[in-house]
């Protein structure tokens, strides 16, 4: 007889529910473990090791939280989720599963996560066959971060979900933030829909996809076309021969660009090929362009992407909104399914270029929405993506911008054309520019040539110039704002250039810089206020004073600080000639051969070490311009040294000269000049001194004197190797170079006023060289 029949009702009753609650209890303390350990058997079967932090039974489903999932194979990739339900049917069987919250973390690069994925994907069992109801899959709230290497920022997804039936899959975005070097894109709402397909695949896979639909609310793309200078450490080798050949380089070629290039268009053509049936195409809107140099910017867009796979190719184009006249501007790209050669082109205008989606002050510009822009042109990457070759033409007309280093007031009315034709390299070796040509107006430059460098070398050879045009039409095509001075001058006569170039930097002795120049300019028409004959009185104008601050002050014959030329000392026509312009008697305000060995030298040192500037070229310089260093300012500086050469003497130029420059901060004139370093008049500047004087113009801030007053040892031995050429030229005889070598040059001050030799500062003498000196 059990032992319940002897118990009491009651009692009996107690003892049952009693035994109920501890099945029950039992059951709830069994339910996790069998969770965790089927979840964990399924999870092995993909190859996941898995860790639930909780599990919680809901109504028609489980619910796990705090979940890890890693892959052994796949070490690259952390998956943390805070919650999935697992739905179950009224047999206990899956329906769904639905990931709410995770963050997925990538750690390498992309050619190491791919390998990982493939030894991952492979060593998965596959699922046995069911004929069940299909599972949903769905997901929300998902971050993604993937870090390519430790040093960089991330690449980042957020806010992504996924769902999948039987027949679709969709995936969306919040936002995400992909970017190498010099690349970004952003894409704001992305979301796809992929068509399912039964049936094997390539990989092994049950099913595949096809691109259904493809849309954004904004996809920008960022391109950054210089980056900043390298630290010198980080300088490469220079190239034998030359000491600097460009400034702060780190040029190394980049085998492997192409190849990229071509890898990543022919994953794109594969992509597509594998999602898009035949015939198919995708439309994404709000597309835009943004380019980055420096702190300027340039944006194209929001534009439209079409993507269509037509038979073995794919083709891709991209086009801003349509305006009222004009073709539309259209980039269009074509992919070849299998390996073969990339083509792309560029048609259409003129259409301007806020339709193109360029900005106000984008690279300076201003008033987009009046300039307008055609273009036409084509561009084939080789198969394997070594090179590529360009051809093209276009115009752009109207165009308004201010840039600094053009002018210091807006440029307008700007209309050009330009046409070019060559190839390139895409490790960036090599360029071959077989035909080019920029035209503004009637004026037009030509060129053709090569350039070729390596890590350690550059050779180049180009040769064009300027065809011979009139020089009213030269003037005529000068934007407005950019020469406002010469503007209303008017020219007679032609004017053309002839140029060529040789340069190896591992034989810098063979280069060679060719300049033919045919000038028949004449000035007819001149306004009052730039008529050279108008120096022949007093007049006004400004200058830095010794505080570099601006001061008026007066200038011309009569005015107090005023001295003839008869009454400048011989030597100081000597000076300045042998230290700024040795032809200058010969010229005609310039010196094109002084040019020519300006740019080989400075090739050959790598830097600027020499220019070419003459006496009359400086002259117009002080006479009518400001200090600023512009485009602009060169331009009205060459048509203003045609116009005094043309209108006065060689000796009026140099008694002008000699009495408008500056010789040291707020010393202008060589009668101030001669007072201030020697305590003497003009007429009784001895050799030395006058070549002293003439010596620092490039740069009358640094003085040359050591503590007790004397010109320094490596400065005296300058002027006694100017001496020497000055000698070699016929401007002094024997005696006169005997007698200046033994001079020794002092700084004096007289007893009225003046500065005194410690009112400058005084470099130390191993550093007080001059840069023609310079090893």
């Given at each position: 007889m059990s032992v319940l029949a002897d118990l009491p009702r009651r009692t009996k009753l107690a003892a049952l529910l009693g035994m109920g609650c501890a099945l029950l209890g039992a059951a709830a303390l069994s339910f996790g473990p069998i969770v965790r350990a089927r979840a964990a058997s399924v999870a092995e079967r993909h190859g996941i090791q898995l860790k639930i932090g909780q599990v919680r039974a809901g109504l028609g489903g489980v619910w796990l939280r705090e979940v890890e999932l890693r892959a052994p194979l796949f070490p690259g990739a952390t998956v943390r989720v805070a919650g999935v339900r697992v739905g179950l049917g009224w047999h206990l069987n899956l329906t769904s599963v639905t990931v709410h919250g995770a963050l997925v973390e990538l750690a390498g690069e992309p050619e190491d996560l791919q390998r990982q994925w493939a030894a991952f994907r492979g060593n998965v069992k596959p699922d046995a066959p069911t004929t069940a109801t299909q599972v949903r899959y769905s997901a929300d709230g998902v971050d993604l971060v993937w870090r390519v290497r430790p040093h960089e920022p991330a690449q980042r997804v957020w806010g992504l979900s996924y769902q999948r039936d039987a027949e679709r899959e969709r995936v969306a975005l919040d936002l995400a933030q992909l970017h190498d070097s010099g690349f970004e894109l952003s894409a704001r709402h992305p979301q796809a829909t992929l068509l399912r397909h039964a049936g094997a695949s390539e990989d092994g896979a049950v099913s595949r996809r096809q691109l259904e639909s493809l849309q954004a609310e904004g996809l920008d793309v960022s391109i950054v076309l210089s980056s900043p200078s390298p630290s010198p450490a980080a300088a490469p080798a220079q190239p034998r021969g030359l000491a600097h050949p460009v400034k702060g380089s780190s040029f190394r070629p980049d085998p492997l660009r192409g190849p990229k290039l071509r890898a990543a268009l022919a994953e794109l053509s594969s992509w597509a090929a594998r999602s898009l049936p035949d015939g198919a195409g995708l439309n994404l809107e709000g597309?835009?362009?943004?380019?980055s140099q420096g702190?300027?910017?340039?944006?194209?867009?929001p534009s439209r992407l079409r993507a269509l796979r037509v038979a073995a190719q794919v083709e891709l184009s991209l086009a801003p909104k349509a305006e009222a006249s004009g073709t539309p501007l259209e980039i269009r790209l074509t992919l070849p399914i299998e390996r073969g050669e990339v083509k792309a082109s560029i048609?259409?205008?003129?259409?301007?270029?806020?339709?193109?989606?360029?900005?106000?002050?984008?690279?300076?510009?201003i008033g987009v929405h009046l300039a307008m822009l055609q273009a036409s042109g084509d561009i084939?990457?080789?198969a394997d993506g070594s090179s590529l070759a360009f051809s093209g033409s276009g115009g752009l007309d109207n165009v308004a911008l201010q840039r600094a280093e053009?002018?210091?007031?807006?440029?307008?009315?700007?209309?050009?054309a330009f046409r070019a034709q060559g190839t390139t390299t895409l490790d960036g070796g090599k360029l071959v520019l077989e035909d080019g040509e920029l035209s503004f107006g009637e004026a037009r430059v030509r060129g053709s040539g090569s350039l070729t460098r390596s890590e350690h070398a550059l050779s180049t050879h180009w040769q064009g110039g300027v065809p011979l045009a009139s020089c009213q039409a030269f003037l005529d095509a000068t934007p407005r704002g950019l020469a406002p001075l010469i503007s209303s001058l008017r020219m007679t006569g032609t004017?053309?250039?002839?140029?060529?170039?040789?340069?190896?930097?591992?034989?810098?002795?063979?280069?060679?810089?060719?300049?033919?120049?045919a000038n028949d300019c004449h000035i007819e028409q001149v306004p009052p206020e730039l008529n050279p004959r108008r120096f022949a009185s007093l007049w006004q104008r400004e200058v830095r004073g010794a505080n570099k601050q601006p001061i008026e002050i007066e200038s011309g014959p009569g005015s107090a600080d005023w001295v003839p030329i008869d009454a400048i000392s011989p030597n100081m026509e000597i000076a300045v000639q042998v230290c700024e312009d040795g032809h200058f008697m010969v010229h005609h305000g310039f010196d094109f051969e002084a040019v020519q060995n300006s740019i080989k030298d400075n090739l050959i040192k790598g830097r600027f070490a020499r220019g070419a500037s003459t006496i009359s070229m400086q002259l117009a310089k002080n006479l009518y311009l400001r200090k600023e260093k512009t485009l602009g300012r060169k331009l009205q500086e060459a048509v203003l040294t045609q116009l005094l050469e043309q209108e006065l003497s060689k000796r009026e130029l140099l008694e002008l000269y000699l009495n408008v420059i500056e010789y040291a901060p707020g010393v202008y004139g060589i009668g101030p000049a001669a007072h201030y370093y020697f305590a003497k008049r003009p007429s009784d500047l001895s050799l030395g001194q006058a070549l002293y004087i003439a010596s620092i113009l490039p740069n009358p801030e640094r003085q040359h004197f050591d503590p007790d007053g004397k010109v320094s040892a490596a400065w005296t031995a300058y002027l006694q190797r100017l001496m020497r050429i000055a000698k070699k030229i016929g401007q002094i005889n024997e005696e006169q170079l005997a007698a200046g070598l033994t001079e020794q040059v002092a700084?004096?001050?007289?007893?009225?006023?003046?500065?005194?030799p410690n009112s400058v500062a005084y470099p130390g003498e191993g550093t007080d060289t001059p840069s023609e000196l310079s090893p």
């Open positions: 597309v835009s362009l943004r380019f702190g300027d910017t340039l944006n194209f867009g048609r259409g205008g003129p259409v301007s270029l806020r339709s193109l989606g360029v900005r106000e002050h984008d690279f300076g510009l084939t990457l080789a053009l002018s210091t007031i807006p440029l307008s009315g700007i209309h050009l004017f053309g250039v002839k140029a060529e170039l040789d340069f190896d930097s591992e034989h810098p002795d063979e280069t060679r810089v060719r300049l033919n120049v700084f004096h001050v007289a007893d009225a006023g003046g500065g005194s």
